[in-house]
C-alpha cells in the first residue's frame, strides 16, 4: 500500500551547521511532497512544498529536494537554530479533486539542535 | 485571527463512554480533517469533509463519526470510547483541494481507561 517512511528517527546536529533530513515515498502518483516541522505540543505547521514535476526547491533557510528515481525526498536546513529543533514530517499529497486534498504523514524525525 | 482552536484540550474517558470533540476555523477553509497522532508515528487521517454538509472516510474511520453542519465547525464523535482510541487528536483546514498548507490546531489528548 501507499506510504511515506523516514530513514531516520532522530538527528543531532550542532548550532550553525546545515541539517539534512531525509525521507522515502512509494507512491509515484502524488502531485505534491511536503514538509511540515511540529514543535512540542503543537500542531504540525507547514514548512515547504514541491510539485511532483520539479526537484529543487527554495524557501528562506530551507532547501526541499525531490529525486523520483529513487523516490527520495530531502529537507535541507541551513545554519541550524536551537529553534528548529522539533519533529519534522514529510507528507506527500495526491491532487485529485474529489479527495479533499488530503496529506499521507511519514512516521517523522526528531531534530536536536545542540547549543 | 485565531485560525483552528480545538477543544477540548485535555479529557480522560472511560471505556464506553461517548465524547465530541470540536474544531472550529476562522479562515472560512472548505476543507476541513481529522487527525489522530500516536507514539513514533505520523498522523493518520480520521475523517475529512470538503464542505458544508459533507463527510467522507479517511485512513482509520472506524469507531467515529463526525458532522460539518456549519462550514466553520468539524466535529469528530466517539460514541463508545475504547483503550485503543487513546491518542492525540488534530484538527486542520485548508483552503481548497489542490492546496498543500493545511493549518492545524493546538491538538486534544485523549487518554481511555
Known amino acids: 500500500g501507499e506510504s511515506v517512511g523516514l530513514h531516520l528517527p532522530t538527528l543531532s546536529v550542532q548550532e550553525g551547521d546545515n541539517s539534512i533530513i531525509n525521507c522515502a515515498y512509494s507512491n509515484s502518483a502524488s502531485d505534491y511532497f511536503i514538509w511540515y516541522k511540529q514543535e512540542s505540543g503543537k500542531g504540525p505547521q507547514f514548512i515547504i512544498d514541491?510539485?511532483?514535476?520539479?526537484d529543487k526547491r527554495q524557501g528562506q533557510r530551507v532547501t526541499v529536494l525531490l529525486n523520483k528515481t529513487v523516490k527520495h525526498l530531502s529537507l535541507q536546513i541551513a545554519a541550524t537554530q536551537p529553534g528548529d529543533s522539533a519533529v519534522y514530517f514529510c507528507?506527500?499529497?495526491?491532487?485529485?479533486?474529489?479527495?479533499?486534498?488530503?496529506?499521507?504523514f511519514g512516521q517523522g524525525t526528531e531534530l536536536s539542535v545542540k547549543p | 485571527n485565531a485560525g483552528v482552536t480545538q477543544t477540548p484540550k485535555f479529557r480522560v474517558l472511560k471505556t464506553g463512554q461517548s465524547m465530541t470533540l470540536l474544531c472550529a476555523q476562522d479562515m472560512n477553509h472548505e476543507y476541513m480533517y481529522w487527525y489522530r497522532q500516536d507514539p513514533g508515528m505520523g498522523l493518520r487521517l480520521i475523517h475529512y469533509?470538503?464542505?458544508?454538509?459533507?463527510?467522507a472516510k479517511g485512513e482509520v474511520p472506524d469507531g467515529y463519526n463526525v458532522s460539518r453542519l456549519k462550514k466553520q465547525n468539524f466535529l469528530l464523535g466517539l460514541e463508545s470510547a475504547a483503550p485503543s482510541q487513546t491518542s492525540v487528536y488534530f484538527c486542520?483546514?485548508?483552503?481548497?483541494?489542490?492546496?498543500?498548507?493545511?493549518?492545524f490546531g493546538q491538538g486534544t489528548r485523549l487518554t481511555v481507561v
Open positions: 507528507a506527500e499529497a495526491p491532487q485529485i479533486y474529489n479527495q479533499g486534498g488530503k496529506l499521507i
Open positions: 469533509s470538503v464542505g458544508e454538509g459533507t463527510t
Open positions: 486542520a483546514s485548508s483552503y481548497s483541494w489542490s492546496n498543500t498548507e493545511a493549518f
Open positions: 514541491i510539485r511532483s514535476n520539479m
